[in-house]
């Protein structure tokens, strides 16, 4: 979080012990003492910043949004509250301006190299449920990219590029699938997951041999794998019909 920037005394008392209140769960006396705050200061951007969180914690999307958009509209530069208010946006359903304002988060630092690690994550993982908005919507070329854009700021986040090799897979681009879900693999040879649908990316290539063979270790590994075995009675059923 940024400093409050230039307080009188009284100010910066008023603005400590809404913090306080805030940091203690105390969001209702956190909210009171940044809101009286504001009658007097309405220019200090953390201020606004905080209320749109508190706001945002309770389901009061309407109001974060314009407590958010305050603070940037005092500070354009304030990345905590860029996603914070991309955050909002998506949980709005405004998925354009949550991209939006991702990527105006991305030219502010110059690109991905520039962010720290946790706001990196926090991008990562707004643009990934843009992601899962736009696959559930069963637009998935814009799902695959939202998760590419995702995994291009976290490329060790290996849940997001399991959700990537899915939409790939569903988009029609099997053999792009299946590449993802062995770097998953690669890195994580425990994702289960990852490794039935490696699978059933082969089969539905046609190699069902290698399917069957990934299904049949799954199980070796791991018995309780009802997917993987439901799959295998499907692959054996077609086999005998």
């Known amino acids: 979080m940024r400093h409050p920037g230039r307080m009188s005394g009284t100010e910066r008392e008023a603005f400590l012990l809404g913090q306080k209140h805030y940091e203690a769960g105390e969001d209702v006396a956190a909210l009171g003492a940044f809101e009286a705050l504001l009658e007097t200061c309405p220019r200090y951007a953390d201020v606004h910043y905080l209320v749109g969180l508190l706001h945002e914690r309770h389901g009061r999307l309407e109001p974060a949004t314009e407590s958010l958009e305050r603070a940037l509209s005092i500070n354009p530069q304030y990345a905590e509250c860029l996603v914070a208010l991309a955050s909002v946006y998506e949980q709005r359903g405004d998925f354009d301006r ?25 991008l990562a993982n707004l643009q990934a449920a843009l992601g899962d908005a736009y696959r559930q919507a069963g637009e998935l070329r814009e799902a695959v990219d939202a998760y590419r854009k995702a995994i291009d700021r976290a490329p060790k986040f290996h849940d997001i590029r399991y959700k990537l090799g899915i939409a790939l897979r569903e988009a029609g681009l099997p053999g792009q699938a299946l590449a993802e879900f062995k770097r998953v693999l690669r890195a994580n040879p425990d994702f289960r997951e990852a490794s039935v649908q490696l699978g059933l ?24 794998r009802d997917d993987a075995r439901m799959y295998l009675r499907m692959v054996k059923g077609a086999g005998e019909r």
């Open 98 to 122: 949550s991209s939006t304002v991702t990527g105006r988060l991305s030219d502010l630092r110059g690109g991905t190299g520039a962010l720290d690690a946790i706001t990196r994550g926090k």
């Open 201 to 224: 990316t082969y089969y539905t290539l046609g190699r069902t041999e290698q399917a069957v063979a990934v299904w049949e270790a799954v199980l070796e590994r791991d018995p309780a």
